[in-house]
């Protein structure tokens, strides 16, 4: 009954919007909107990455407006004492904010009831050194999710931890992997009611991923689904109704892959996780499978590059989609999951968007899995769509990889047209704002063999620009219509996340460092500061103890993308990196390592 | 007859002044002034350390003011990418900027003509990794010079180096000492006409300390005068002519020792220097005697802890004066000499200001090495001041130092009342700007063997705040009545420089990172930014492309008095940074490692 309430005020309200100059992305029957459960009064803070669990990434705060912000001036700034990259969103909970450094992980408190918000205590949780030494692509990390009372983020070395918000101290720690076989943890935890998600790390060594949810108040393992494996590993039982045939079967997990090939098979869950309440079901999306030479392993390779849908309280298949089926570039599924609520065709659904590293955005029913539209986002010319009636993407022959033979010029290449920098969702203008990739290869697939806790690879690979020669671009998508309502060409990789607010201004940060907020209607570039170093995180919002609203970015570039300046890399050497080296050539000129804090605010 | 008029112009323009509600520093005859080859129209460029070789660090730069400054906003950052402690002073020369970073000493060229300042170059001198091991107190570089096309500084690892400054291309590269004996280098050079002055650290180490003179064009060395040992290599001779009879006599450098003392006896030449083009004089302080232990060394040890007039062209000796006769304190005599021209009793004197460790605002005659002044600028008890009459430091016994016995609360402590950090002097105030230090300590002397390239110290020291509690402060200092007009006191050592402007503004950085500015003529605070670490650097400021004022300054703790922070020293030893990390307990609560450039200019 109040989904239907809903629709109708969604009905009264589009006229006034019509009216406006700019052209609403909307289908006859309404706008999207996110989900009530994320939608509540804006209170100002910012406790998950995403914002909410529906991962919007959209504050209702609207003090900076498209007029204003080229009045942003820095507020406060404060040095995180790590150059690698820094890809951690900062959250302002009670007016403390809480940072997490790369590797050492150190999570800082900042007293924001302070002039120059000091200090209030850091948490060092001493990770092991050796961690660092099998992290593929730098040593980030996502950042911390709070819930009641605790801050909890995961260390390169694999622990998840609980910290107490107020003083710092450690409520629990729990061991969730093991460095010695390349497995690391760098994703940010998910809150899912009274228990969190976390997942691993380490596609490229051959480790076996799973997700697992632990208990808020103990740090006990409530439950561990395994990415591979026999469905009593999977968590796929009764409960478990994939919409697609191809993900029918049982143990799957195993049948789809060689002999043994899914024990080091990769799908590891490093990504972003969406939660819905009203279902209690858990989303998220597992990694490419190990290794990239795709010839060594045979089959769908379930249940890597999908989404899974769990209960979060058992953790239970409820279904999965496979975004790519035997992936042949190292397109990992985990990228963010939206949760909006749309009418569609004259009906309301519930569904999640996913901009994927294959190019598409999809959108997926969240009840069933059912992919109800797959629209590129960027150049793609290694597949021709994904069908509808089967969920298969349509490969294209002849950039598929081959063993000793370079492809060239696939497009996109293994980072996607998208990596793990999450867009953001704006109710206001009912558009996806995508930061993206734009960058194709050559691969050759090679031999490889598996030695536990060394890479795991078996491709020679050279990224380079997309067509036209920029890198990286931040798109307002409009999901609805399928197409592109505006894209901002950046040089390199649009590497941060996206921050949408009320004052319908998308934030985001760029590789040589810029932050820049653009017009979300028009996509205009309003305003931009050169931060210290190149940005590749999480810009969020808050509204200070003194009423102001505030935008918080950390600046530092490295990750997979910058790793040619956080990990000093030959840049003689186009295939470190994992091939990204080749592309990025000239970042170092653009760019040096940092890892800074920057908050803004009006004058 | 051009230094007559000029007397006469200031004594017409007093009369404006004393109608201000300030009551201007001066004394019946005038106001003190820089020297006219300091005093040229402003152009807006900086282009040395101290802005000029008279070392005022004062700008005529006149857009910001102690109405408006309160608007500065931050105008771009850029991270250095080393989070040791940030000594050096941003230059500016023809729309470029010029940054060097704490070791590996990487010298950075920003373009000012395009938004962001992006990088132009970067020069990578690639010091030995083993300077690191021999430097006594943090990895800091005090930056670059720049003359006739090239930007000169020193290496860690005791290189002096020329670099294009349009190409970033090495012109030389000179090695100027021994890593291996301990001798590192950190002093920014200064520039002497065709000449630069360059000179050594690691008065700790027991490395014998020199100055020297090299060609810009070539590198090569005209001229080294070490400051111990006999007077030929002392390059004392003929003109020499001390003001004081202590300081006469032949071979002081070796008589003044225990036998062979003077060869392992430190004075190095690790700070300021200043020139005096009219007479063609260099001035640089001589640091302390080594070991610190002075029972270990009787006698005056020559020539420690005293500053030298010597000629430019041939390093030959003009005067010496010893603040710190045996010094038993770690009182080097490194501090800035400001060069000043001021009336005095009726005459014009050409003087130089130096504000020692020992606690006492010198007023030289820079001609001949009198003292016409010495007054104390903070709390000193060890000793009660300069006889004037023989130019002798007057001890306090109860404070000397003593073998195996703990000698308590002797103030100021080895860093002194003030160390390296440089003061500014306004022609506009007449008043100078001292950023000092307020400390105290115990210390007993303890036996210690000389291992060359090993510490050579011989003394246990525990530092701790000077009465009242706070460790610093910022004095306006009337050095003409001798006297403090005002003083801002600091929780930590105000360890950055200072700037004034023709704004009569005085802008310097705190420990906690603080970025002040202050009204020249009461103290007031104006404005303060919050920087990502601590400040212990130059501000500077210089007029863009776009016609406007920008104050620049590097952040990033360190240095012996941040040690605790960018060495991460252990707290709970006290004695460790040679006893400064016991008063440095809580500075890593207040910030932590950075190292980053911050520019502010008005909307």
Redesign the interface.
Known sequence: MVQKIRWIALLAAAPLFVSSPFSLAQDEAGKPLPPPFAAGPEDGQWTMPAKNVASTRYSDLGEITTDNVK?L??A????????KGQEAAPLVIDSTMYIVSSYPNVLYALDLTQ?????KW?YEPKPSAASQGVACCDVVNRGAAYANGKLFYNTLDDFTIAVDAKTGKEAWRTKMGDISKGETMTMAPLVMKDKILVGDSGGEMGVRGWAAALDQNSGKIVWRAYSTGPDSEALIGADFKPFYDSDKGKDLGVSSWPADAWRIGGCTVWGWASYDPDVNLVYYGTANPGPWNADMRPGDNKWTAGIFARDADTGQARWFYQFNPHDIFDHDGVNEAILVDIPWKGQPRKVLLHPDRNGYLYMIDRTNGEVLSANAFDYINSSTGVDLKTGRLQYVKEKETKPNTVVRDICPAPPGAKDWQPSSFSPKTGLLYIPHNHLCMDMEEVEVGYIEGTPYVGANVHMKPGPGGHRGAVSAFDFMQGKEIWSVKENFPAWSGALTTAGNVVFYGTM???FKALDAKTGALLW??????GIISQPTTYKGPDGKQYVAVL??VGGWAGAIVSGQLDKRDGTAALGFVNAMKDLP??????????VFSL?
Chains 1, 2 share one sequence.
Do not use: R, V
Request: hydrophobic residues 25%.
């Open positions: 009045n001036k820095t406060f700034t404060f040095s995180l004492g790590y150059n002039s120059g918000a000091p200090l850091k040589e460092g810029w931009q500061f050169k931060t210290g170093s600046s530092g000129d653009a760019t040096g390592p940092g890892g800074e804090l920057y004058p």
